[in-house]
Nanobody, 123 residues
């Protein structure tokens, strides 16, 4: 089992940048696919990015491709989401999640979730 804690959210202007971090507990972090998801009020949770357990592969939603970068440091049990060129439509609560067995963008395949961190992009 793994516990996740996000940090790094905040208020930023359009065009600005933020880096989210997700610290994981547990000795098996390096075996999990890690994902970032987000949810805005009145909308369903949506996939943002994912990274393989060894960091060798990444995948992004079209809406963030070229602006966001997911990375991980298995020695620090941490996954990151660097967000550049932020837009008001990026405003959401951002969640990190861990999947033990799946390489997928479906939130239902991620067994472990953090509590979320708010990102607000002002226009």
């Amino acid at each position: 089992q793994v516990q996740l804690l996000e940090s790094g959210g905040g208020l930023v202007q359009t065009g600005g940048s933020l880096r989210l971090s997700c610290a994981a507990s547990g000795r098996t972090f390096s075996t999990y696919t890690m994902g970032w998801f987000r949810q805005s009020p009145g909308k369903e949770r949506e996939f943002v990015a994912r990274i393989r357990s060894n960091g060798g592969s990444t995948y992004y939603a079209d809406s963030v491709k070229g602006r966001f970068t997911i990375s991980r440091d298995n020695a620090k049990n941490t996954v990151y989401l660097q967000m550049n060129s932020l837009k008001p439509e990026d405003t959401a609560v951002y969640y990190c999640a861990a999947s033990e067995t799946f390489w997928t963008s479906y939130s239902s395949s991620y067994a472990y979730w953090g509590q979320g961190t708010q990102v607000t992009v002002s226009s």
